[in-house]
């Protein structure tokens, strides 16, 4: 009798979740068909595998063969082929064959793997060093009383280990590497000795002749930087390009230490720095720097602590340059004292060299550019004076609008020089105008010292001269003084101005050119009387 009371549905969904795992494996079995054999899938599928790894290897091996791939290449080979040896010969115990089999099947693997990774892995030199001790140890206690040619396991290991690290501390790990050949082979005390001194001399030699090729190289690499250094030096048309030029490729004289380059200042001895390289983010060096230099200020000079203005460095080199009138810079590099070493201070001086020779090609164009500038100016400025040859006073008022523009001077007037006394030809609306009187004593003054020394004078109103006295309550603060000759006539073109900032060079240049054309123009405004008498009228307020 079959009961008709009907499932609930709690029991229908355990009784479907018994069979659904049956069904699920049935469904799998229907759907999955056995793979066909297709050779041409396979060896496309082949032929992708090998093509990528020929790809690897060949990214890899150029800077591997450059290297010292040789010399793992060689242990390689010694540890295949003395495995080989142990695994063919019938009288070890198995055991030992296999141990031999494995170990040289999972050493090859392993340095495979670690050298064809492009990507850096932590410790890749210790973990394959570690290898190669690990697998010569274990091969050379198996097969020195069998494999006649075992121990040149030892002295390639050696060979590649002394080329890995390039340390004399390595050597310790000759005898590490002998002890299991030495145990195991039972030879004389004479012959441990012997065999000792060999693996540390070959180890010795190597690390001797990959330094010596490493150094080399460090010097060619620095040589070759110095010549960019120079050729850019070569190029460059201002001193904000040449010092963006040695910030540039200079560091790469001495990557590891801090450079800083420094610009003298024309009108004291302090430097003031310009540029800098090698230093953390955020830290700069002190803005200005007056060192206490030898006797021969030229030279270099080597100073404990780090570089002027930071932290960065135990050991500074001052490094001057010279120019013709002096010095005319410096470079400082901070690091440690094996940064710093003889090499790289020669370096740092052929540099210092020519960026000194760089600085007075700089100046000498900068002079030519001024000085074209300059007779531009001073062209301009006679041409405005040009209609107005025959009054002084005029000319100046015509010439001072400009003056001010060019200068940033409110002053220009001229003094010239009668007997004892000294005239002054003030423009209108000057500022001395209202101060200034028509004579002054000639001792004493501005006028005097320029026509006595012949040069150009540039200083500030300080109340000890004898023009200080109308100068200074017109409010005038510098002043600058060119000599002047018109017609026979001496005197002297005065340039004035309430800014506090003194005239530089190219100022007192442009006022100098200025003088020898005013000179010019107004010998050929007054052709018959003296220049004296022609300027009295303009004199008189």
Not at 386 to 391: E, S
Not at 434 to 445: D, I, K, M, Q, S
Request: glycine content about 8%; charged content about 20%; some cysteine.
């Amino acid at each position: 009798m079959v009961d008709g009371t009907p499932l609930s549905e709690l029991d229908f969904a355990r009784l479907k979740a018994k069979q659904a795992p049956d069904a699920t494996a049935e469904r799998a079995a229907v759907e999955w068909r056995r793979p066909s054999l297709n050779w041409r899938q396979t060896v496309g599928w082949t032929s992708f595998a090998v093509a990528r790894e020929l790809k690897t290897w060949q990214a890899a091996l150029p800077g591997l063969l450059r290297g010292d791939f040789v010399f793992t290449l060689m242990l390689w080979v010694a540890v295949f082929t003395v495995a080989a040896a142990v695994v063919a010969t019938p009288s070890l115990p198995l055991s030992a064959r296999y141990t031999a089999g494995l170990a040289a099947v999972g050493y090859l693997f392993l340095c495979v793997e670690l050298t064809r990774i492009r990507r850096p892995v932590p410790g890749r030199q210790w973990l394959l060093a570690a290898a190669d001790v690990g697998v010569v140890m274990a091969l050379g206690a198996l097969s020195v009383g069998d494999v006649p040619y075992a121990r040149v396991l030892l002295f390639f290991a050696a060979v590649r280990l002394a080329a890995r690290f390039r340390d004399p501390r390595v050597l310790a790990v000759g005898p590490v590497l002998l002890l299991p050949f030495e145990i195991a082979g039972h030879p004389t005390p004479l012959s441990m000795l012997m065999d000792a001194f060999l693996v540390l001399m070959t180890m010795w030699l190597v690390v001797y002749l990959t330094t010596a090729a490493d150094r080399a190289q460090q010097g060619i690499a620095r040589q070759t930087a110095l010549a960019a250094v120079t050729s850019g030096l070569a190029r460059v048309r201002d001193e904000e390009g040449l010092f963006a030029e040695l910030a540039g490729q200079a560091p790469a004289l001495a990557p590891s230490c801090a450079w800083a380059f420094w610009s003298k200042d024309p009108t004291t001895d302090e430097f003031r720095a310009v540029r800098w390289a090698g230093l953390q983010d955020g830290e700069l060096p002190g803005f200005s720097f007056t060192p206490t230099l030898g006797v021969d200020p030229t030279q270099p000079l080597l100073i404990p602590g780090p570089l002027p203005g930071t932290g960065f460095g135990t050991t500074t080199l001052i490094q001057p340059t010279a120019g013709e009138a002096g010095l005319n810079g410096l470079i400082t590099v901070a690091g440690g004292p094996q940064e710093l070493d003889a090499a790289t201070q020669g370096l740092i001086r052929a540099l210092g060299i020519e960026m000194g020779a760089t600085l007075i090609r700089l100046q000498t164009l900068d002079d030519q550019r001024q000085r074209t500038e300059a007779m531009e100016h001073a062209n301009r400025l006679a041409g405005l004076a040009a209609p107005h040859a025959g009054h002084q006073r005029a000319a100046l008022a015509a010439i001072r609008p400009a003056i001010a523009d060019v200068l940033r001077s409110e002053s220009l007037h001229l003094e010239w020089v009668n007997g004892d006394r000294v005239q002054l030809v003030i423009g209108e609306d000057d500022p001395l105008e209202l101060h200034a009187p028509a004579w002054l004593p000639l001792a004493g003054t501005r006028t005097a010292e320029a026509l006595l020394e012949g040069r150009t004078l540039r200083e500030p109103l300080t109340g000890r001269r004898p023009e200080d006295l109308f100068g200074v309550p017109a409010g005038l603060r510098q002043i600058a003084v060119a000599p002047l000759r018109c017609a026979g006539v001496d005197g002297t073109l005065q340039l004035a101005r309430r800014l506090p900032r003194a005239y530089a060079a190219s100022e007192v240049l442009l006022l100098q050119l200025l003088a020898e054309r005013l000179g010019l123009l107004f010998a050929a405004g007054v052709p018959t009387a003296g220049v004296a008498n022609s300027t009295t009228e303009g004199v008189t307020r």
